[in-house]
C-alpha cells in the first residue's frame, strides 16, 4: 500500500525488462500467470477496485448501511465536487497543504541533497552518520510526535532555549506556526529515506566527470554545482514526486501534533478533512470527491516536477 | 609513494590545503545534522524515565534523583502494553508472511520465468506505488469494514497491507541476479519451477530475505491510519494505534503525561531500532541501491 513508509522505496528500478527470450514462437510459460495470480488478485481487490469505486463514489449520494442491506444511492453528478470546492473548510486545507508543501518539498530536497553529498564524502564515522540519519524514518510518527510535543510545548526546552524569541502561544498552538512547524516535523522525519536515495545515486556519478573538474582547476563547489547536482537529475526528480505524494497524503502528524488540525482549522489538512467528513459525519461520497480533486492536484504537481526539473533528457 | 609527494608542485599543496577548509566545514554540517537526528530519540528516552517532567535545560542531562521505571507502569496499566506489542506483532507477522510467500512466487516469476504479461505485471507493481493512499481510505473502509464485515478484525487490518509491492520488486531485483545456468540444469534433472523456487532461488538470496522481511515489517509496526480507522475496540488495537488514543484522549488524566506518553514511544521505538541497527548494513546495500542503479 502506497503509505508514506512504503510507497518510497519504489526508487524506480530499471523498467528494461530482463532479456528475453519470449520472443514470438517460444511458448509462453503458463506458470508466470499462476504464480503471480495471488499478488493481482491482491491488486485487483485492494488497489484496482478501491480506485474505481472512489471515483464511483463521488459522482453518488453515498451512505454507509449495515452489509447486505441494499438502499438507493442516488446519482448526483458533479454536486459533491461544487460542493467540496465551495466549502471553506476543504479550500482552508488545500491552502494549508500548499503552505506545507511549499515548506517541505525544497526544504527536502536541499537537505537530502547535501547531506549525502558529505556523508558520501566522509571518512569517518560513516556507519554511525547513517544509521542517525535514518532512524526517524523507520520509526513510527505516533512515537516521535511524542517527543516532539515535548520539545515544544509552551514550556519546552526549545522555548527555554530560545527564551524571548519563542512564539507566543507556542508553536503547535499558534495560528501562524503550527503549519510551518508541522512541516518541519516531517522533514526531519523523511529526510533519512531521501539521504538514502540520492546516495545511492551518488554511485553512479560517473567518476571521471570529476577528475576532468578537478584538471579543469573547479573548486570543490563549483564541481558540486556543475557535475554533482546536473548528474543527479532523475534522482531528484523522484525525491521531489516523493515528496510532493508524501505531502499530499499528510494525516497523522495534523491529527495528533495539532489535535486535528487546530488552532483553528490552521493545520487541517484534506485527508484529515477527508476522515472528518467521510466517516466521523458518515459523507464518503463527498470525502471521495476531495480525495479525487487531491489525487489531481497531486498528480498535476508530479508531472509539473517531472517537466521542469526533469529537463532536457526528457 | 614519498618520492611521489617529493614531485607535487606548489599548486597540488595549496590545493590540498584548500580541500582541508571545506572537509571541516562538511564534517561540521554532518555532525550538527546527526545530532538534530539523535537528540529527539535522546530525549524521548530521557522524558520516559522522568518522575518529575522536567523541560528545562538541564533536564536534558538525566538526574539520578528524578529516575524512575514507573512511567512504564503507568502506560503499562492504561493501555495494556503486551496486548498492544502482541497486536502490532500479529499484523506485522501476517504482512510479512503473505509479503514472503506470495511476493517470492511473483518475483520468480517476473525475473525467471517466460511468459506472456510479465512486461504488464512488473508495471503494475512499479505503478501501484504511486497510487495514492488517500484516495483508497475511504473505499477501502466502506468495503472491508461495511461490506466484508472485517471491522475490529486482524484479516481487515492486514488485508491492505498483505503484499508489499516493493518486496516484489526486491524479489524480481534479486533472482534477476541469479546465473541462469544454474535453473536450466536443475529444470532437466527434472526439478519443478516451485522446487526450483524454495530449494534454490530463495536459499540463494538470503541477504535480500532480510531487508525485505525488515523494509516489510515497518511498514504496519508504523501505520496509523488503517489500523485507527479499522480497529474501536482497545483490545484489538496495535501500539502505534492505542499511543495515539492515549495521546488524544487520555493523557490529561495522568500525573506524568509527558513520561507515560514516552514510555510508550520508547516501547514501539526500540524494535525497529534493535532489527534496523543489528541489519544495517544488509539493509542498506541491498535493495534501494539496486533499485536506483541503472
Known sequence: MATSTTAPAAVAPSVREPRSRTRRGVRSNPLGWIFSAPYLVFIALVFAYPLGFAVYMSFHDYFFTAPGVTVPRPFVGLENYTA??????????????????VINVPLTVVLSLVLASLLD???????????????????????????????????????????????DPSWLVNERWAMPSIALFVTWKGLGFYILLYLAALQNVA??????????????????VNVTIPSLRPATVLVLILAIITGANLFTEPYLLTGGGGPNGASRSPVLVMYQEGIEQGQPGYAAAIGVLLVIGTLVLSYLSNRFAGGRES | MSTVRQADGPVVRR?????????????LVLGIGALAFLFPFYYMV?????????????????????????NYVTIDARLDLVRSVLNSGIFAAGVIICTVVFGALVGYALALLQWRGRGGVFALALLVQVVPFQLLIIPLYVLIARSYGLADNY???????????????????????????????ARIDGASELQL???????????????????????????????????????????AVSLANYLTNVANSTANPFGALLAGAVVLVVPVVVLFVIFQRQFVNADLSSGVKE
Do not use: C
Not at chain 1, 84 to 101: E, G, I, K
Not at chain 1, 216 to 221: E, I, T
Not at chain 2, 163 to 183: C, D, E, G, K, W
Open chain 2, 197 to 239: 523456487l524454495t530449494k534454490i532461488a530463495l536459499p540463494l538470496i538470503r541477504p535480500a530475505l532480510v531487508t525485505v522481511v525488515l523494509l516489510t515489517f515497518i511498514g504496519p509496526w508504523n501505520e496509523f491510519l488503517w489500523p485507527f480507522l479499522i480497529t474501536k475496540r482497545a483490545e484489538l488495537q496495535p501500539l
Open chain 2, 15 to 27: 590545493a590540498r590545503r584548500r580541500a582541508l577548509v571545506p572537509a571541516l566545514v562538511g564534517g
Open chain 1, 84 to 101: 467540496a470546492l465551495t466549502d471553506p473548510a476543504v479550500r482552508q486545507s488545500f491552502v494549508n497543504v500548499a503552505v506545507f508543501l
Open chain 2, 155 to 185: 484479516l481487515g487490518m492486514i488485508l491492505p497491507f498483505a503484499i508489499n509491492s516493493t518486496a516484489v520488486i526486491i524479489f524480481r531485483q534479486y533472482f534477476l541476479q541469479l546465473p541462469q545456468a544454474m535453473f536450466e540444469a
Open chain 1, 121 to 167: 564524502r566522509a571518512v569517518h564515522a560513516k556507519a554511525f552518520l547513517r544509521v542517525s540519519f535514518y532512524l526517524p524514518y523507520l520509526t513510527s510518527s505516533v512515537a516521535v510526535v511524542g517527543v516532539w510535543l515535548f520539545l515544544f510545548n509552551g514550556g519546552g526546552i526549545v522555548n527555554r532555549v530560545l527564551g524571548p524569541l519563542a512564539p
Open chain 2, 46 to 70: 530521557i522524558g520516559s524515565l522522568q518522575r518529575e517532567p522536567d523541560q528545562s535545560i538541564a533536564g536534558a542531562f538525566p538526574h539520578p534523583g528524578n529516575l524512575t521505571f514507573s
Open chain 1, 207 to 224: 567518476k571521471d566527470l570529476y577528475e576532468a573538474a578537478a584538471t579543469d582547476g573547479a573548486s570543490r563547489w563549483q564541481s558540486f
